[in-house]
Nanobody, 126 residues
Framework: QVQMVESGGGLVQAGGSLRLSCTTS????????MGWFRQAPGKEREGVSC????????YYVDSVKGRFTISQDNAKNTVYLQMNSLKPEDSALYYC???????????????????WGQGTQVTVSS
């Protein structure tokens, strides 16, 4: 079973930064478009950002534009989400996922992604 592994979450004050990492031993992530999602208690899982397999195309939901940056390191088979200027409303369980395609053309949708991790918790205090 393919399992993504997220790390890097934690507790941070508003205005602070975290860098989330996502990797797996089961896939070559450079063959897939990758997405980051988040789910707050009582809310649906929402797509936050995605990156195409080449790294050329990226997408960010409006609420994180200018604050979050998605990137990939193919040598480490790892995808990152750098999160700056964090706000309390960014608090959620963050998931990374791999889709069965190579492109990122808009807001990532849960149903488009096949391989998921268990998530890493991000908590931003005010």
């Amino acid at each position: 079973q393919v399992q993504m592994v997220e790390s890097g979450g934690g507790l941070v004050q508003a205005g602070g930064s975290l860098r989330l990492s996502c990797t797996t031993s089961a896939l070559d992530l450079s063959d897939f478009a990758m997405g980051w999602f988040r789910q707050a208690p009582g809310k649906e899982r929402e797509g936050v950002s995605c990156i195409s397999h080449s790294g050329r195309d990226k997408y960010y939901v409006d609420s994180v534009k200018g604050r979050f940056t998605i990137s990939q390191d193919n040598a480490k088979n790892t995808v990152y989400l750098q999160m700056n200027s964090l706000k309390p409303e960014d608090s959620a369980l963050y998931y990374c996922a791999a889709t069965g395609t190579t492109y990122c053309s808009g807001r990532p949708r849960v149903y488009e992604y096949n391989y998921w991790g268990q998530g890493t918790q991000v908590t931003v205090s005010s």
